[in-house]
């Protein structure tokens, strides 16, 4: 049952060490956490997300490292507040809009989750990585429109 998927929030998890570690840039930071996120350290590259998002807020790059890291701490709440910066930030960002989606569909939001990844899939200028996924997010759009409209059935 999604509804009874644990979920941490934002303020359940702590905030990132800049003040600790030494200067570094937000791309070097970024760089950090993309690389405990592909080792499976979910939390060091939150932490290292975290704190680029402190070093220069602005960076639609280092909400959508951290939004990453919260999806895999099981944080989808969290991960759709990095995300709608992300969005704020840059709001054709396609990685985003795809993983906003996930976000949603996490929270039991399978109609607002179909309708992020209908918006991916609107985006005409998508990296070749996100391009590559284009069967999936059709897969998950169709999934999702299927569980919302069920759930609404079910609720009549």
Known sequence: DLHSFPTRRSSDLHIGTAAAAPKQSSTQL?????????????????????DAV????????AHLALARAYLALQAPEAAEEALAEALRL???????????????AAQGRFGEAAAAWIEWERLTDRPPEE???TRSVLDWTEAAKTLASAIRVRRD
């Open 30 to 50: 970024i760089a950090r956490a993309e690389e405990q996120y592909a080792l499976g350290d979910f939390e060091s590259s939150r932490v290292a997300a975290a």
């Open 90 to 104: 840059e709001p054709t960002l396609p990685a985003a809009r795809r993983l906003l989606g996930l976000a949603l």
């Open 54 to 61: 402190s070093a220069q807020p602005d960076r639609a790059a």
């Open 131 to 133: 391009e590559m996924l």
